[in-house]
């Protein structure tokens, strides 16, 4: 059975700095890629950030300098360093496990997900 375990959201100041971790088990973490979602309310679940097996990350525009997503394979371990938060960052982030090493864009291309993580930025 594949778990995911998000930790690390709250509330923050506009201009502050959160880190997110998820931690995997079930399955050979370092095989696979990984990505941090976000849902903000009334809007579809999306990528923010996504690393490969080997390391190679790739992050939507609207993030690019202030978030950087890194991994551990020793301890089974996604982080998201989230930097320069802004209000529109606010939303539930997700971490889910590619069903490739390669990262992923869609949803649908990720079969494991984790219970989710409330990051609120105050303006």
């Known amino acids: 059975q594949v778990q995911l375990v998000e930790s690390g959201g709250g509330l923050v100041q506009a201009g502050g700095s959160l880190r997110l971790s998820c931690a995997a088990s079930?399955?050979?973490?370092?095989?696979?890629?990984m990505g941090w979602f976000r849902q903000a309310p009334g809007k579809a679940r999306a990528l923010v950030a996504g690393?490969?097996?080997?390391?190679?990350?790739y992050y939507v525009d609207s993030v690019k300098g202030r978030f950087t997503i890194s991994r551990d394979n020793a301890k089974n371990t996604v982080y998201l360093q989230m930097n320069s938060l802004k209000p529109e960052d606010t939303a539930v982030y997700y971490c889910?496990?590619?069903?490739?090493?390669?990262?992923?864009?869609?949803?649908?291309?990720?079969?494991?997900w984790g219970q989710g993580t409330q990051v609120t930025v105050s303006s």
């Open positions: 889910g496990s590619a069903q490739t090493n390669r990262i992923m864009i869609l949803t649908t291309d990720y079969d494991y």
């Open positions: 690393i490969s097996s080997g390391g190679s990350t």
């Open positions: 079930g399955r050979t973490f370092s095989n696979y890629a």
